[in-house]
């Protein structure tokens, strides 16, 4: 049965076949009108199609040529940002140099009385028993050892030890420091001295019993001992 109603399918559709071919050929210039149409319907969405791809590759050329451009942008703005970093590093130095050089005149001016020689920090050694800084002026700067060292807040050290370029100096917080001092108030002496228990602080000692020490006080160097001169601001009591 399956094979009868097959065998029908097939003899239908040839049927229709045969109608259409002679239509075709019994119809001369409709023939022609027809085939045109039928050739018309397969070219033109083949065209259509490639003239799509055409115009997508061309979009595809635009992009490739937009990432390049994209890229060479991308160098140029980096390069304008090492270049504005190199500037920001310039005026840092520049901002770090006036600082130093304001330091410097407001020290002149507060010590006027003394010939000062400028430098800066350049190592540290801070530990609990030693406090030493080195600082990059020398013995061609005209810098000898036991020479008083002042900093902008007052009192830092003297030179130990000294080379052609640099100079060690023991720190008023070092534990073997020891600075004679007067009170502000009383004008009381006093002997300063660095301590392991605190690391940026120092200990009065000697200090007479009917004493009456005010906080905030000021304490200065009072000139005994023959390294610091007399005058120098030291600190504040703390308490």
């Known amino acids: 049965m399956y094979k009868n109603k097959k065998s029908g399918i097939i003899g239908i559709i040839i ?4 109608l259409i071919l002679i239509v075709i050929f019994s119809n001369g210039e409709k023939n022609t009108s027809f085939l045109e149409n039928a050739a018309s319907n397969l070219v033109m969405p083949l065209q259509n199609g490639l003239t799509y791809l055409k115009n997508k590759i061309k979009g595809n050329n ?9 890229k060479q942008e991308n160098e140029e703005l980096k390069k304008k940002n090492n270049e504005l970093e190199q500037s920001l590093r310039e005026l840092e130095n520049i901002k770090t140099q006036n600082e ?5 005149l407001n020290l002149t001016e507060k010590y006027g009385e003394y010939k000062t020689i400028p430098g800066y920090v350049i190592n540290k050694d801070i530990s609990n028993y030693s406090k030493t800084i080195v600082i990059n002026i020398g013995k061609n700067d005209g810098v000898e050892e036991n020479m008083t060292v002042i900093g902008n807040e007052g009192l830092v050290g003297h030179i130990v030890s000294v080379t052609n370029s640099t100079s060690k100096v023991q720190t008023i917080i ?22 392991l228990e605190e690391t940026s602080s120092l200990q009065a000692n000697y200090i007479p019993t009917n004493e009456n020490i005010v906080q905030g006080d000021s304490i200065e160097t009072s000139g005994l001992g023959g390294i610091y001169p007399k005058g120098i601001h030291i600190g504040t009591v703390k308490k």
């Not at 635009?62 to 994209?70: C, E, G, K, Y």
């Not at 130093?100 to 410097?104: A, G, I, P, R, V």
């Not at 502000?184 to 300063?192: D, Q």
């Open 15 to 18: 049927t229709i076949i045969i």
């Open 174 to 195: 070092d534990t073997a420091s020891s600075v004679s001092a007067v009170m502000g108030t009383t004008k009381e002496a006093i002997v300063c001295k660095g301590t």
């Open 62 to 70: 635009t992009f490739f040529s937009d990432i390049s451009n994209l």
């Open 100 to 104: 130093t050089l304001k330091e410097y």
